[in-house]
């Protein structure tokens, strides 16, 4: 065959090749025999004269997508047109997927992944008594050498908290009607035994044994206007007091009654207030107990207020 034929016969079939997507659908195929081998499948292409044309005179094409298998190869398998596959693309779905999960190509969606449910609580031990409840409460407030919580009382015996407090009132009842020289009481926070006020010098007779180390009447002073005015910062404490304190404050907080509590917003200076072995010492349960000032103050405390 001389070139000039060659090229008409590839102009004829060029006219008369018909693109995939306007081909007529293929009829159905009948159910395949269980028993016969399944056949092989079809090279792409292989019923296009043009690209049989083309590659047996070996110029190098370019695969159609629609012949390469490729997405929207599948959406035309899958009876889709081109524009449709398109479409299907532009909105975000990939055109194996829009044909369908149960269609030819299809790819199953991703499930989405569960939400991870939270660890539950641990459940707490065997449920105490009440006699077994209380005895384990008086043995552990015996070894306390500061107040404990009730939630802390809960975690150790395993048991809920709302059986500590009314259990905690139960005793702390039981040893004021039986006259202990002890008592059960509410302080900084937590539960603490202590002894009781009548018997307090037969106490400190054995405690102390001549031996007792007392704040100085500056210490008192300095730790009383802490406690009524805390936050508070040194010139505060010395304008109050009408000297200087800084000496007194070192050894309040060396004593472990005064502690630092950040600065003051304008001036920059350490702010300072009492601790919780402050309230343990004075058996309170917050500042809010302290005993009013009012009856301390002298009839003319607001002439004196106008005069300074």
């Known amino acids: 065959m001389s070139e000039q034929q060659r090229r008409d016969s590839l102009a004829e079939q060029a006219a008369a090749w018909v693109p995939p997507w306007e081909r007529p659908a293929p009829p159905p195929n ?3 025999d269980p028993t016969s081998e399944p056949p092989e499948p079809p090279v792409d292409g292989e019923d296009d004269p043009i690209l049989d044309s083309y590659r047996s005179s070996g110029t190098e094409t370019v695969q159609d997508p629609a012949v390469a298998g490729g997405p929207a190869g599948q959406d035309e398998a899958a009876g889709r047109s081109r524009p449709e ?4 693309a532009a909105e975000g779905v990939p055109a194996a997927r829009a044909a369908g999960e149960d269609g030819a190509g299809g790819v199953p969606r991703k499930q989405p992944a569960g939400r991870r449910r939270a660890t539950p609580p641990p459940e707490p031990g065997p449920v105490l008594d ?3 409840l209380r005895g384990a409460l008086e043995a552990i407030l015996l070894v306390v050498d500061e107040p404990v919580s009730e939630l802390t009382l809960a975690q150790v015996l395993e048991q809920a908290p709302e059986r500590i407090g009314p259990a905690l009132a139960g005793i702390a009842a039981g040893y004021t009607a039986a006259g202990h020289g002890f008592e059960l009481r509410r302080a900084a926070g937590g539960w ?3 002894t009781r006020p009548e018997y307090a010098s037969y106490v400190e007779r054995f405690v102390l044994d001549g031996q007792s180390v007392r704040l100085t009447q500056a210490a008192l002073e300095t730790l009383a206007v802490i ?6 910062t040194r010139s505060r404490i010395s304008a109050i007091r009408g000297v200087n304190c800084d000496g007194v404050i070192r050894t309040l907080v060396s004593r472990g009654l005064v502690e630092e509590c950040g600065t003051e917003a304008d001036s920059g200076a350490f702010l300072y ?3 919780t072995m402050f309230l343990e010492k004075l058996g309170l349960d917050s500042v809010a107990d302290l005993p009013p000032l009012a ?3 002298p009839d003319d405390v607001e002439e004196l207020a106008d005069a300074t």
């Open 295 to 297: 009856p301390f103050l």
């Open 30 to 32: 009948p159910e395949p």
């Open 227 to 232: 406690a009524y005015k805390q936050p508070v």
């Open 192 to 194: 603490r035994l202590y």
């Open 85 to 88: 596959a398109r479409e299907a």
């Open 273 to 275: 207030r009492t601790t």
């Open 130 to 132: 009440d006699a077994e």
